[in-house]
């Protein structure tokens, strides 16, 4: 309690500090921002997940939702985890478990920056050099998105929109889900080293456009993905 008190006396003291019409953003590159931009948060809250969601706060392209009455579904390997966002987001739904191509079992690769911590060993291979260091390795449990959803979406729920960070596994996460049954309006997938030249080639986005979602927007790592049949919410009103 001291420490969500703590955290809502910061935000009002940086909000009353942004210019006019500013906004506070909580995502690494401002990933949340882009969706309001998408989503009329005040008129009323909708549901979201976020696959590999880090922290309640930290680089989170969620809590901005959060706080203006949206609840989700977390989802985060390390262990821990789900403490700390069932004490700082107790609304939301969190569950602590792994998300890959299928159910078993995988090497998961734990940094001193919590938010490079990955199952993919090409990926920690890349990063493990200074400052960022591995500091451990577990073999844990994951499962297929569908399965998740199957187990953890509240009967009847539609995504607004679904956040995948992964650091590296995010093709095996998204090629998971089962498209025609859980399709949320907007996807948010991290594509490293890619450019949007690279998308016609890139076997996430060409999934994904095989999926009848369309690019809408990119951050530097962060694409934004529309579903066709959402799309024409915002077809003329984002000029």
């Known amino acids: ?5 703590w955290l809502r006396c910061v935000g009002r003291w940086l909000r009353n500090r942004l210019p006019i019409g500013g906004r506070l953003s909580y995502a690494q590159e401002g990933e949340d921002l ?4 998408l989503f009329e948060v005040e008129d009323g809250p909708g549901f979201f997940v976020d696959i590999g969601a880090h ?10 939702f959060y706080r203006r009455g949206w609840t989700g579904l977390n989802v985060d390997a390390l262990p821990g985890t789900a403490n700390l966002f069932r004490r700082m987001r107790p609304k939301d739904i969190t569950v602590e478990c792994g998300i ?11 940094f001193n920056d919590p938010a490079l911590n990955t199952f993919s060993a090409q990926e ?12 451990n390795k577990v073999q844990l449990p994951v499962m297929t998105l569908a399965k998740l959803l199957d187990q953890q979406l509240p009967k009847g729920m539609a995504i607004d929109f ?12 998204i090629a998971s889900n089962d498209w025609d049954r859980y399709r949320p309006k907007v ?5 490293l080293n890619t450019g949007i030249a690279d998308l016609p080639s890139n076997p996430t986005a060409r999934l994904l456009q095989g999926q009848r979602y369309q690019l809408y927007a990119k951050t530097c790592n962060t694409f934004f993905f529309l579903a066709q049949e959402a799309a024409h919410r915002w077809n003329g009103q984002l000029a």
């Open 1 to 5: 309690m001291i420490r969500n008190d």
């Open 34 to 37: 882009v969706l309001a931009r």
């Open 55 to 64: 922290h309640p706060v930290r680089y989170s392209n969620t809590y901005y």
């Open 100 to 110: 890959g191509a299928k159910e078993g079992f995988l090497t998961y690769f734990a």
């Open 124 to 135: 920690a291979e890349m990063i493990n050099h200074p400052p960022y260091h591995v500091v």
């Open 162 to 173: 679904m956040t995948v960070d992964t650091e590296g596994l995010d093709h095996d996460v």
């Open 187 to 191: 996807v948010l997938v991290e594509l």
